[in-house]
């Protein structure tokens, strides 16, 4: 039987995975501000008699069970106010901004988690002057300072994704590859390098895909050497999830949809969620509201 977690994040959420092959997640959890879970697994084996089984344990060690930590925080959404205060705060930094303050409080948890996911809803360039709502851009010192905070995988399956146009996409996926290359980003990606990112944390995989309900009314031109997926292509989102699900231990899909600022999860959410654990998700991260919605196991 394999568990499935769901969540829909605004802040931080942090949780614990063990095992050795598959993954499953158990009930143990804490209702708070920052959820926490513990989650186990049994070892298994393909293709062999349970008398084989059984003689291969007893003349085997068993292997020791492995851990992560996990924590998946966002929306990262910087309001221009944000962006203000940082160019006061610089005091100096080459950079000219300093995002640290406002990360302050949530700084620990982040650094000291095994895995940290962050939904970065704003394009990161230099190639576009800092703007607000509606259409974000975000100087490149912020996703810096994401990544020395502690961030390990950044989502960019958002509704402002298009913000700057195809342009913009290019030059925030530029930004990521050239100053971080080691740091796995997905849900949207240039057509001629598309890959699903696959990360070892203590000898467990984790693969990652994402995808979003719109963007704005802004779309890609027909010639475009972007991808994004939106969740209205189901044929798409199958094809990427199953092949991550071989690449992979635990398959994390961020999904970018519900109501923004409203707590009550949509039945369309319910059923792209139900769907993407029939394909073989493991661990749905759901962004978009801006607040707290409920989070379920889902037993398979």
């Given amino acids: 039987m394999k568990r499935i977690f769901s969540a829909i994040i605004a802040g931080c959420l942090i949780f614990s995975i063990s095992g050795c092959k598959s993954t499953s997640l158990n009930d143990n959890s804490d209702s708070s501000d920052i959820s926490s879970t513990e989650s186990s697994s049994d070892n298994f084996s393909d293709s062999v008699s349970s008398t084989e089984s059984t003689e291969s344990s007893s003349s085997q060690p068993a292997p020791e069970p492995r851990s992560v930590t996990m924590l998946c925080a966002g929306d990262n959404l910087l309001h221009i106010n944000i962006v203000n205060q940082a160019r006061l705060r610089a ?3 080459p950079s000219g901004y300093d995002f640290r303050p406002a990360y302050q409080r949530t700084a620990k948890m982040v650094a000291e988690a095994d895995l940290a996911v962050l939904n970065q809803e704003t394009i990161v360039t230099d190639k576009f002057k800092p703007s607000n709502y509606p259409m974000f851009c975000s100087p490149q010192a912020a996703g810096d300072q994401m990544v020395e905070l502690g961030f390990d995988v950044m989502s960019i399956s958002n509704n402002h994704v298009l913000d700057k146009g195809e342009e913009g996409l290019i030059a925030t996926l530029d930004y990521w590859k050239t100053n971080h290359p080691d740091i796995p980003v997905y849900g949207a990606c240039l057509k001629d390098e598309e890959k699903i990112p696959v990360l070892d944390v203590n000898g467990i995989t984790f693969a990652f895909v994402g995808f979003m309900e719109h963007t ?7 010639d475009t050497k972007c991808k994004i997926t939106y969740i209205h292509d189901a044929e798409e989102m199958e094809r990427q999830v199953r092949a991550a699900d071989e690449l992979a231990d635990v398959v994390v899909a961020s999904v970018h949809y519900g109501i ?17 654990v029939d394909w073989g998700a493991d661990i749905i991260i759901g962004t978009q509201p801006h607040t707290v919605q409920p989070m379920e196991y889902v037993n398979k």
Wanted: net charge negative; charged share 25%; glycine share 8%.
């Fill in 260 to 276: 923004e600022v409203s707590n009550e999860v949509t039945e369309q959410q319910l059923s792209v969620t139900r769907e993407l």
């Fill in 216 to 222: 704005n009314g802004l779309s890609l031109p027909k």
């Fill in 91 to 93: 005091n100096g930094d």
